[in-house]
């Protein structure tokens, strides 16, 4: 089993649409959890933390479920912007800094 | 945020040769650096941690012969790909923590796109 698994895509949606991206993972003593973007061939970049009692940043949202190792990214009100890979992350096991990357999902913002 | 260059941003070379990337951060002191490698549509695979000053530690799977990392300061962590065949035609990418204490915050560089003919 993957450490990390995602639904690849491609998701396809219209401007000002909310989608909504899932991600379980496998290890349960996982500690930390993140959401990066990655854009083609370009370096992946920090979307956002996740936190236990779910966080918000503008039109994003990220909930994590320890119960289900679970966790999910909800994008709000799409922008074309949007458009890139969403790569879940959670960290590898206790040693700092070691991360387990999802192979990502592709999101493509249409006008 | 904090600023992590890569160079070079791309290198074709012939199989059989070296290839050198340097990782750098710009401005802050980087206590970890990281080594990813990332392959067409696949996730990025973490090939090793270095730690300023001392041996880096690799990942199962990856060969610490073949991939020489190097952390000799906080701010510079090279990797070198020893005898490069055309199956490590990859994206490299390296990353920094100045992390003291829980987070995981790494600054990315912008990667090296690696074509071995």
């Known amino acids: 089993r993957k450490e990390v698994e995602q639904d690849p895509g491609p998701f396809n949606v219209p401007e000002g649409a909310t989608v909504a991206f899932n991600c379980t993972y496998s290890n349960s003593a996982s500690q930390s959890f993140f959401w990066y973007r990655q854009d083609c061939r370009k370096e992946p970049k920090l979307l956002m933390s996740?936190?236990?009692s779910g966080n918000e940043d503008g039109r994003f949202t990220a909930q994590l479920n320890r119960a289900s190792q679970y966790i999910s990214l909800l994008i709000r009100d799409s922008k074309l912007s949007d458009s890139a890979t969403y790569l879940c992350?959670?960290?590898?096991?206790?040693?700092?800094?070691?991360?387990?990357f999802g192979r990502g999902t592709q999101l493509t913002v249409w006008p | 945020g904090a600023v992590v260059s890569q160079h070079p941003s791309r290198v074709i070379c012939k199989s059989g040769t070296s290839v050198k990337i340097e990782c750098r951060s710009l401005?802050?002191?980087?206590?970890?650096m990281f080594w990813y490698r990332q392959f067409p549509k696949k996730s990025l695979m973490l090939m090793a941690t270095s730690n300023e000053g001392s041996k880096a530690t690799y990942e199962q799977g990856v060969e610490k012969d073949k991939f020489l990392i190097n952390h000799a300061s906080l701010t510079l962590s090279t990797l070198t790909v020893t005898s490069a065949h055309p199956e490590d035609s990859s994206f490299y990418i390296c990353?920094?923590?100045?992390?003291?204490?829980?987070?995981?915050?790494?600054?990315f560089g912008p990667g090296t796109r690696l074509t071995v003919l």
């Open positions: 992350v959670v960290n590898k096991d206790s040693t700092l800094g070691r991360l387990y």
């Open positions: 401005d802050f002191q980087a206590t970890t």
């Open positions: 996740v936190y236990s």
């Open positions: 990353s920094a923590s100045s992390a003291s204490g829980w987070t995981d915050t790494q600054y």
